[in-house]
Each structure stands twice: as C-alpha cells, then as structure tokens.
C-alpha cells in the first residue's frame, strides 16, 4: 500500500495525560481539541507524516480552578503558546505494527526531539463505507526541560506536581477522499 492522507476522528479518539500530585498519587487529564495531518501508509508507518496539534485552552482535569491555574502563566500560559505541536521526522518499524516515532515536540516555546510508541491496531470500513485506522501512542516527557518549573513545596518533603508527564492518545483516522 501508498502513503494516503488521513484525518483524525475526534469523536473516536483522546489525547490524554497523567502527572504525579504529592508524590503520591496520579492526576489525570484530557485536551478536548486536537487534529492531526496523516500521510501515511497505516500497516507500514515506516514513510508516515505525521504532524499533531493540541490546543492547550482544551484541557480538561474535572476541575475548573485547577484547569485555569494550567492554562495560566504559571504553567502553559495559553495567551502566548496556544498549541502543543508534533512533527514526525524519523519512524522506526519494532515489529508486529509497533513503531517508534521521533520528532520535534513543541511546547510552551520549547521544541525538542522526542520519540513516542506507536501501536497500529488495524484497520477496517464502517458501516457508511468509510475506511479507518486505529492507533495508541504512549510516551513520557519532562515538564522541566520545557520551562514549566512553577512548583510547591510540601512540609513533609518533597512537591506538589511532578515533572514527568505520561502521554497517551488513542487515534482512530479516516482516509480522506
């Protein structure tokens, strides 16, 4: 099969995230609005395309003192950096429809080189015709090396929020026409 272009299905897919709270437990969180450009093969995503946008205003952690206080300058300052963005520069086959992709994530005014792992999870035509594609991504990053430093000290030692930051999507595409 050829690279085709896809188009993420926002309905049938999340980008999601979770952060240690005082050491001791994981906070949990969505981005509502996100899109993504896909030229791809999906069975061999070995010569894909990939470029993800996130709007940061979206974020969603069920509770709205804390999701203003994220979109704040304290931490994404939204105003200034609006959008997460992924561009795809290198994809390596592991096996069995796993992959991982490296490319420049910006954040925040910071863009470095990461690399997610990407699972293919087939492939199929829905009930109108239209053929979609299936993935799950998961990686790590580290708020620090992006410049989001704000921060509290707990009185029994150690901080309020982490600095490793788990990502995770579920992806379902559609070809486009």
Same mark, same amino acid.
Not at 8 to 23: E, R, T
């Given at each position: 099969m050829t690279n085709?272009?896809?188009?993420?299905?926002?309905?049938?897919?999340?980008?999601?995230?979770?952060?240690?709270?005082?050491?001791?437990?994981?906070?949990?969180?969505?981005?509502?609005?996100?899109?993504?450009?896909i030229d791809a093969?999906?069975?061999?995503?070995?010569?894909?395309?990939?470029?993800?946008?996130?709007?940061?205003?979206?974020?969603?952690?069920?509770?709205?003192?804390?999701?203003?206080?994220?979109?704040?300058?304290?931490?994404?300052?939204?105003?200034?950096?609006?959008?997460?963005?992924?561009?795809?520069?290198?994809?390596?086959?592991?096996?069995?429809?796993e992959y991982d992709?490296?490319?420049?994530?910006?954040?925040?005014?910071?863009?470095?080189?990461?690399?997610?792992?990407?699972?293919? +999870?087939?492939?199929?035509?829905?009930?109108?015709?239209? @053929?979609?594609? /299936?993935?799950? =991504?998961?990686?790590?990053? %580290?708020? $620090? +090396?992006?410049?989001?430093?704000?921060?509290?000290?707990? @009185?029994?030692? /150690?901080?309020? =929020?982490?600095?490793?930051? %788990?990502? $995770?999507?579920?992806?379902?595409?559609?070809?486009?026409?």
């Amino acid at each position: 099969m050829t690279n085709t272009k896809w188009a993420i299905d926002p309905v049938h897919s999340s980008v999601d995230f979770s952060i240690k709270h005082m050491m001791i437990a994981n906070v949990k969180g969505t981005f509502n609005r996100f899109d993504a450009v896909i030229d791809a093969d999906p069975t061999d995503l070995t010569t894909a395309n990939i470029q993800f946008t996130v709007d940061l205003s979206s974020i969603d952690t069920r509770n709205e003192d804390r999701d203003n206080h994220l979109r704040s300058g304290d931490f994404f300052n939204v105003e200034s950096y609006p959008t997460m963005t992924f561009q795809s520069s290198k994809i390596v086959s592991k096996g069995d429809g796993e992959y991982d992709v490296t490319g420049e994530l910006s954040l925040h005014g910071v863009t470095k080189v990461e690399t997610f792992e990407v699972t293919y +999870e087939g492939s199929g035509k829905d009930p109108w015709g239209n @053929e979609k594609a /299936g993935f799950t =991504v998961e990686g790590v990053i %580290k708020r $620090s +090396e992006y410049g989001l430093t704000w921060n509290s000290a707990l @009185e029994t030692g /150690g901080v309020l =929020v982490g600095d490793k930051v %788990k990502i $995770s999507l579920d992806v379902q595409a559609a070809k486009a026409e």
